[in-house]
């Protein structure tokens, strides 16, 4: 199927990554690529001639372009509107109707995650290499999507949207479901041992070990490749959730150049989006 998108042109399904979950067909979410916009420069669809999907404001792509970008993307949703942060690498999760208010009246948001139980509502997420995770359970009556780069998931980020998801249901955090989108991958998050410690120092003690084992030195003092897929899973684990209810995480925003943004890999660079919605 293909959403029309209005006058103006359309985004293709194909060029995005949809969730392979069984959940309830109420849930609706996606990710987006960097395929099916306006944008051009480092910017554009990673093909020549291709127009990209930027989805930053934050960037210095035309701002035109990012609007209309954010048109095409929405119009998946059959929304007008998304409850957009502002996001810092923290644990802070609101709820998403009330951004969207806030929003409408000029406000800006900081905050890494929103949750909502209210049909129509687009919680949404941008990366560039940090991981997007979504939730929700299984009959689809909550969800959230959260930015999880390692100083998020090292401040609990992915922990806190769970069990705010599963509060609004008055159910388990194991009874939620989580797809990971596109992120940068373990053989190209090359990271310091500030990071090392910080991750491993704030894991459950059943998950230590673990946890230092998705860092793997590169032979470089004090370097290592950091897996953030597994890590995002410890964390997830840690609050109840199988890995049988854990979904995607295959994707690295960084080999895969011309599907993805990645700002390590390119430094300027757009920004996708990870959306998901209750139909009403």
């Given at each position: 199927?293909?959403?029309?998108?209005?006058?103006?042109g359309?985004?293709?399904?194909?060029?995005?990554?949809?969730?392979?979950?069984?959940?309830?067909?109420?849930?609706?979410a996606f990710?987006t690529?960097?395929?099916?916009?306006?944008?051009?420069?480092?910017?554009?669809?990673?093909?020549p001639?291709a127009?990209?999907?930027?989805?930053?404001?934050?960037?210095?792509?035309?701002?035109?372009?990012?609007?209309?970008?954010?048109?095409?993307?929405?119009?998946?949703?059959?929304?007008?509107?998304?409850?957009?942060?502002?996001?810092?690498?923290?644990?802070?999760?609101?709820?998403?109707?009330?951004?969207?208010?806030?929003?409408?009246?000029?406000?800006?948001?900081?905050?890494?995650?929103?949750?909502?139980?209210?049909?129509?509502?687009?919680?949404?997420?941008?990366?560039?290499d940090?991981?997007?995770?979504?939730?929700?359970?299984?009959?689809?009556?909550?969800?959230?999507?959260?930015?999880?780069?390692?100083?998020?998931?090292?401040?609990?980020?992915?922990?806190?949207?769970?069990?705010?998801?599963?509060?609004?249901?008055?159910?388990?955090?194991?009874?939620?479901?989580?797809?990971?989108?596109?992120?940068?991958?373990?053989?190209?998050?090359?990271?310091?041992?500030?990071?090392?410690?910080?991750s491993?120092?704030?894991?459950?003690?059943?998950?230590?070990?673990?946890?230092?084992?998705?860092?793997?030195?590169?032979?470089?003092?004090?370097?290592?490749?950091?897996?953030?897929?597994?890590?995002?899973?410890?964390?997830?684990?840690?609050?109840?959730?199988?890995?049988?209810?854990?979904?995607?995480?295959?994707?690295?925003?960084?080999?895969?150049?011309?599907?993805?943004?990645?700002?390590?890999?390119?430094?300027?660079?757009?920004?996708?989006?990870?959306?998901?919605?209750?139909?009403?």
């Amino acid at each position: 199927m293909t959403n029309t998108g209005g006058a103006y042109g359309a985004l293709n399904e194909k060029d995005c990554l949809w969730p392979q979950w069984r959940v309830s067909p109420r849930v609706k979410a996606f990710v987006t690529t960097r395929v099916g916009g306006v944008s051009s420069g480092p910017y554009d669809g990673g093909a020549p001639g291709a127009g990209g999907l930027n989805l930053g404001f934050s960037t210095d792509d035309v701002p035109e372009a990012v609007t209309e970008n954010r048109r095409r993307a929405l119009a998946l949703t059959g929304r007008p509107e998304a409850a957009w942060l502002a996001q810092v690498h923290s644990a802070q999760v609101e709820d998403a109707a009330d951004v969207l208010l806030r929003r409408a009246a000029g406000e800006t948001i900081k905050a890494d995650a929103s949750v909502t139980d209210q049909p129509g509502v687009v919680c949404v997420v941008m990366t560039a290499d940090c991981l997007p995770v979504l939730f929700c359970d299984d009959e689809g009556r909550a969800i959230g999507a959260a930015h999880a780069g390692w100083r998020g998931l090292a401040a609990g980020i992915v922990e806190k949207t769970g069990e705010c998801v599963a509060r609004l249901v008055g159910t388990s955090s194991s009874d939620l479901n989580a797809y990971l989108g596109s992120a940068i991958g373990p053989s190209k998050f090359e990271v310091g041992e500030d990071v090392f410690v910080a991750s491993v120092s704030v894991a459950n003690a059943d998950a230590r070990d673990a946890t230092a084992a998705a860092f793997v030195p590169t032979g470089a003092p004090g370097k290592y490749h950091a897996d953030i897929f597994t890590l995002a899973r410890l964390r997830l684990a840690s609050i109840g959730i199988d890995a049988s209810r854990i979904h995607g995480g295959t994707h690295c925003t960084v080999s895969e150049s011309e599907r993805f943004y990645s700002y390590r890999r390119d430094r300027i660079t757009g920004r996708m989006a990870a959306m998901i919605w209750l139909a009403e």
